[in-house]
């Protein structure tokens, strides 16, 4: 090391020794509880040691929430025991609330029915979750056994309860579940309190019986939503059933109907009681001339004829020239409304049992069942149908009457997209009669029945309004209150004000050595058991870190030039002038804490000189330390350029892209808008009826496939052939024999009755071997991704030539179930569009074409960016764009270089130098460290595998998530570095 070097080595150890003697001379007279912690080494390098004395006087800087937490375990002692109590009974209420802890704390939910979806959908995220957590944990308490603790929560029944049997959480969060019952106590004396703000009174109970729990009983209804208004108009056709302006329906006369079959028409009747009138509306409609002389040639009628004829068809009771229309009763509109259901629905059938309820045919899935939830995912108008409008068939004062009450709905309705017919069956509103009863003082006030049933909904709101009572604030609240009535002194000057900074304190100002920190209510709290607290929480990473700065201190490799020194001091005056002068008041630093306080709560120090050395000369020499690339893993034999390039060698080989687009074939059977999981919905039915889906969906496919050929590509046509499709209905419409009327319903109703959807999407970003990571921001659904990946594979074994695009999958193969299981994910068939694929850039760039020599480093004219040969980036291109990027002006590359590192060499970057990775570098700085305690070198072994698995963002494990393709990006980055070391 040259001599100016050594000069501005001397000058920094020059300032922190005069900072030592400033700070001795500063604490002569100081007094500091330290207990049994001495002058040992707690750690040694070489001939570097870190005291236990010099750890905890780092870590008293950090102590002030676990000092909290040892005064909340005396302060609650009681409720902890009370608590622990409780859930060794197994009381319900305890162990939920415990359980909802844990789970937020693992999986950021606590709602069941999201952790259920999460562990069945993803299970390996589940797992992955589950490590991160048991990785948290150690590195607040280095005592616990990682694969005990995860194998725990993993053997537990159900994955996500009963944490309670796991000791090590039981006690790790009991002080909170205790904290909550303390404030429970204090609410349940409250709420009974006319005089305090949290007394729930009897008028709140109703409202909110009323606003939340009044009218949301379950029903029981067929519910027949049709895709568009011509299917609906279909429908009302098909089944000749119309309604009046009073609501009623009536079936009208269907001409259709061939001789000796039930609801034969005779139009030769022109009787008072007969059919005049229908042969009225056939002459003016010019249909009666097609039928004949003797007017029996019913196939002559057409779809739109019927259609006319049942347009022009005027319902009258009190017809005069032919037989007066009668409404159907309630049986035989739902009569009507199931045969409506079952013609859109063929593959899924009901009938009205004997009992009068609407049943399931056999292989079929139907439940008349609706919550108030159900209803409302489906559409609130709709809900309000049948809630409000409609009248429950068994609720009925009188089911042949139906002029003040209906359970049907009296036309088809529009809720939201879709449009309704409704057979309301049954429901449970007697549940809720005379569950408000009107007050004895005044008639328009209402109160809960003394009925067992009354008192239970009042107890059920009652609980839900106590329990919006109970939030995580209120808590703090009444916890911040009892702090107020407990006496604690703090011996400890820095710990105190850490703590007061954070918490707040009013106790005695005074200092003390010994073995006691703090005192809560005349309880001691000892410096042991505060520092064995810290310790195994961070004990080994401060400690690391305290090595590490002397380390580098003493490297000569490493230095503060005097310049940059200056510049600290001024900058370091600066920021005091400031303080001085109130300007960090907002921050919570105002002049009035005095300097002292200052330095050591924003800087953690006690003097100037110490501050600047916190502030900017141990990151500076980490800074350099990490600028050094050639010091990390470079060897004699392989530089770290070889390296590095070697790591972004595996990005280019691995690297695939393809852009797509994609025909979803789904199912949603609640029309709610979003694919149902197909499997779920199949699932459902009998061996025929997935058998009759399955069969239909090879042949809408194949039709799919043979008329895309009629539009100008494949894409025009998928997006055509989806709009049409959606746009059909499920009822064959117009004809086919003269005279022709040509409707979309004749090409596609036979599989709009199967339950089909198509969509057609255009995928906007690339689908790359890198952005289905489940850290990214969003990820497309395995199957979707796995066969667009396959799809990149089999197009880069196809000749380079401009005929492979577009390719659509399966698009000239035969069709068949086995190969649309293949492509079948929770959303539904995924038939996916190929339009382009991403191509790797080389990063060959020859010295012939740096005519004006502008790619040669001006530092050293050995550095250039020339390669001759190499497709992918070589040792020297990275040493020269590393070195020139350091450089005041900055590096220039050629565009296809440029191109080659932002894609291969910034990711290997990027991942070198974040977070995890310069935390490992400075393990490896340390590395050769030896432990006072025999559990030392162990503990941090585990810290520094945490360490490397939150480099791999969880997603090399195995038994949790296992990413192939950042397996082949990253899954030797170790083995790659460390090569010949």
């Not at 013609?343 to 049943?359: C, M, Q, R, S």
């Not at 797509?660 to 059977?669: A, E, I, K, R, T």
């Not at 999981?677 to 997935?690: G, K, R």
């Not at 396959?790 to 193969?813: H, M, N, R, S």
Request: negative net charge.
């Amino acid at each position: 090391m040259n001599q100016t070097k050594t000069l501005r080595k001397l000058a920094i150890f020059v300032l922190i020794f005069a900072g030592l003697l400033t700070l001795a001379a500063c604490n002569s007279g100081e007094k500091t509880p330290y207990g049994s912690i001495s002058d040992d080494a707690y750690l040694t390098i070489g001939d570097i040691t870190v005291t236990e004395k010099e750890l905890y006087d780092q870590l008293r800087m950090q102590g002030a929430s676990v000092l909290a937490t040892m005064i909340d375990e005396q302060i609650f002692a009681d409720q902890v025991d009370a608590a622990r109590a409780l859930i060794t009974a197994n009381d319900e209420e305890t162990s939920k609330y415990l359980d909802e802890i844990i789970n937020n704390a693992i999986h950021g939910t606590s709602d069941l029915e999201t952790l259920e979806k999460n562990y069945n959908e993803n299970p390996e995220r589940f797992v992955r979750n589950i490590e991160q957590f048991v990785d948290s944990l150690y590195l607040l308490d280095n005592s616990i056994n990682i694969e005990s603790v995860k194998d725990s929560i993993l053997a537990l029944a159900d994955t996500y309860e009963n944490y309670a049997s796991i000791p090590l959480l039981l006690e790790r969060y009991i002080l909170r579940v205790a904290q909550k019952a303390y404030a429970k106590e204090i609410l349940d004396e409250e709420v009974l309190d006319e005089e305090n703000a949290n007394y729930i009174s009897e008028e709140s109970l109703v409202n909110y019986y009323n606003t939340n729990l009044a009218g949301r009983y379950d029903v029981n209804a067929l519910v027949i939503r049709f895709i568009n208004l011509n299917e609906a108009n279909a429908a009302l056709y098909q089944a000749s059933i119309k309604s009046d302006s009073k609501g009623l329906w009536y079936k009208i006369p269907d001409i259709r109907i061939t001789s000796g079959n039930p609801g034969y028409v005779d139009l030769n009747n022109e009787t008072p009681t007969g059919n005049g009138h229908i042969v009225t509306i056939l002459s003016d409609l010019g249909i009666l001339s097609k039928l004949g002389v003797d007017r029996e040639d019913r196939s002559q009628i057409s779809v739109a004829d019927y259609e006319n004829y049942y347009k022009r068809y005027v319902i009258s009771t009190t017809r005069e020239t032919g037989r007066p229309d009668e409404a159907l009763t309630a049986e035989q509109v739902k009569a009507e409304f199931v045969n409506i259901y079952n013609i859109l629905n063929p593959a899924n059938k009901v009938e009205v049992a004997v009992d009068g309820t609407i049943v399931a045919q056999a292989g079929s899935a139907f439940d008349s069942l609706l919550t108030y939830e159900d209803l409302t995912k489906m559409n609130t108008s709709l809900r309000s149908h049948v809630y409000t409008t409609l009248t429950a068939e068994t609720q009925m004062d009188d089911l042949l009457d139906l002029s003040t009450q209906k359970p049907f709905s009296s036309r088809v309705q529009t809720f939201g997209n879709s449009r309704y017919l409704v057979y309301k069956l049954d429901d449970a509103s007697d549940a809720e009669e005379d569950i408000l009863v009107e007050t004895e003082d005044d008639p328009d006030v209402k109160e809960f029945a003394t009925t067992e049933a009354a008192q239970a909904k009042r107890d059920e709101a009652f609980d839900k309004v106590f329990e919006a009572k109970l939030t995580s604030t209120y808590i703090s609240s009444k916890v911040s209150e009892l702090y107020e009535d407990k006496e604690l002194n703090i011996y400890d000057k820095v710990v105190r004000a850490f703590y007061e900074q954070s918490y707040g304190y009013e106790g005695s100002t005074k200092d003390r050595t010994g073995d006691v920190i703090a005192t809560i209510d005349g309880n001691d709290i000892l410096v042991d058991d505060f520092y064995a607290e810290l310790e195994k929480s961070y004990g080994i990473n401060l400690s690391l870190d305290l090595a590490s700065n002397k380390v580098l201190l003493a490297s000569e490799d490493y230095a503060v030039e005097e310049d940059d020194m200056d510049s600290y001091k001024q900058q370091f005056e600066d920021i005091i002038s400031q303080f001085s002068a109130d300007n960090f008041a907002s921050a919570g630093f105002p002049a009035s804490m005095g300097r002292e306080k200052f330095l050591l709560l924003a800087f953690g120090s006690k003097t100037n000189a110490e501050a600047i050395n916190q502030l900017y000369v141990y990151p500076e020499l980490r800074s350099q330390y990490m600028e050094d690339i050639e010091a990390h893993y470079g060897t004699q034999d392989v530089s770290i350029y070889e390296k590095l390039a070697a790591l972004a060698e595996l990005q280019y080989n691995n690297f695939k892209s393809i852009n797509v687009s994609h025909l979803l074939v789904y199912f949603d059977q609640n029309g709610d808008g979003t694919p149902d999981n197909p499997q779920e919905y199949l699932d459902t039915l009998d061996a025929a009826a997935v058998a009759q889906i399955k069969a239909g969906l090879v042949e809408l496919v194949e039709l799919v496939y043979d008329r895309i050929g009629n539009y100008t590509g494949h894409a025009a046509g998928l997006t055509a052939i989806a709009s049409e499709f959606n746009n059909s209905g499920r009822i064959e419409r117009g004809s086919v024999t003269p005279p022709y009327d040509y409707q979309i319903e004749q090409l596609w109703s036979e599989y709009r009755k199967l339950g089909f959807y198509l969509k057609f999407e255009t995928i906007s970003s690339q689908i790359t071997n890198t952005s289905n990571f489940i850290t990214g921001s969003s990820v497309l659904d395995p199957v979707f991704y796995n066969r667009a990946m396959a799809l990149q594979e089999q197009l880069v074994a196809i000749e380079d030539d401009d005929a492979k695009f577009p390719l659509l999958d399966l698009y000239g193969t035969v069709i068949t179930e086995t190969a649309l299981d293949e492509v079948m994910s929770d959303f539904g068939w995924h038939l996916i569009l190929a339009t382009s694929m991403g191509e790797t850039t080389s990063a060959v760039f020859s010295a012939a074409d740096d005519e004006d020599g502008k790619y040669v480093s001006s530092s050293d004219e050995t550095l250039n960016v020339y390669n001759e040969d190499s497709e992918t980036l070589t040792a020297s291109q990275i040493e020269f764009y590393l070195t020139e990027q350091k450089s005041d002006e900055g590096v220039v590359l050629p565009t296809n270089v440029q191109t080659a590192v932002t894609n291969y060499l910034t990711p290997v970057l990027t991942r070198y130098n974040n977070t995890y990775m310069q935390r490992e570098l400075i393990f490896s700085l340390v590395s050769d460290v030896d432990f006072a305690d025999a559990n030392g070198a162990s503990r941090f072994a585990n810290i520094r595998e945490i360490n490397l698995r939150q480099l791999d963002e969880y997603m090399l494990s195995a038994d949790g998530v296992f990413d192939q393709n950042y397996a082949d990006l990253y899954g030797s980055w170790f083995t790659v570095l460390k090569a010949g070391l």
